[in-house]
């Protein structure tokens, strides 16, 4: 039972344009939302978070809405630029124990055309 | 760079064979996690190390077992390799259960394990 679902696997965008790329989750004891980014042959790497405290969270170029009757995510790239093309991955953690795992989407492959 | 080593990079295999990852933190970070990366899944989380003891438990398989070292560093053991154990294998590794960023786990780039 997959508890973190990206559903696009894969989304093409015009360079200059929002990308938005959606997020669902199933369990309720998530409480910190997080978005890496994948380039091939590297590495996940930390590109933003947020809270389950707050419904937006704002850092350059990214935003991350939360949406927690919903149990939904959504992160917005303004613009994109072709540099963004990766995959961006979705992952939940609940922080009520010590442990921090993350639970991770499957990945949504994101295109930026020149 | 996110400052995680992993060793080595590339590893191919026979089935029924055991092989070892290792993973260095970051410098300061106390917790490491072991992923898993197979073909058309996202990471699935294998199991963590909080400062030299197993903190939390995944999809871990029993032919699999971890240890973390006091200088911290990480070593993934897979054992009775099968060809389905063919994935990548993530370390990652924050600052630990009492840091601001504990939930921003810093990844290294990966050990690609092929097993034939």
């Known amino acids: 039972d997959q508890q973190v679902k990206q559903n696009s696997p894969s989304l093409s965008v015009q360079e200059g344009r929002i990308s938005i790329l959606n997020c669902d989750y199933t369990n309720s004891m998530f409480d910190y939302f997080l978005w890496y980014k994948k380039y091939p042959a590297e590495g996940p790497t930390f590109l933003i978070s947020i809270s389950s405290i707050k419904d937006k969270n704002e850092d350059g170029r990214f935003t991350v809405f939360l949406n927690k009757s919903a149990k939904h995510l959504s992160l917005h790239i303004v613009p994109s630029q072709p540099g963004d093309s990766a995959v961006y991955f979705c992952a939940a953690s609940a922080r009520g124990g010590s442990n921090y795992k993350l639970t991770f989407g499957k990945g949504t492959l994101l295109t930026v055309n020149p | 760079d996110s400052g995680v080593t992993q060793t080595p990079k590339h590893l191919i295999t026979a089935t029924g064979q055991r092989v070892t990852l290792r993973c260095s933190p970051r410098s300061g970070d106390l917790s490491v996690y072991w992923y898993q990366q197979s073909l058309d899944q996202g990471l699935q989380f294998l199991i963590q190390?909080?400062?030299?003891?197993?903190?939390a438990k995944g999809n871990i398989l029993e032919r699999f077992s971890a240890q973390q070292f006091p200088d911290l560093h990480s070593e993934l053991n897979l054992s009775s390799l099968e060809l389905g154990d063919s994935a990548l294998y993530f370390c990652?590794?924050?600052?630990?259960?009492?840091?601001?960023?504990?939930?921003?786990?810093?990844f290294g780039p990966g050990t690609r394990l092929t097993v034939l």
């Open positions: 190390y909080y400062n030299g003891e197993e903190r």
């Open positions: 990652a590794s924050s600052v630990g259960t009492s840091g601001r960023y504990d939930n921003e786990q810093f």
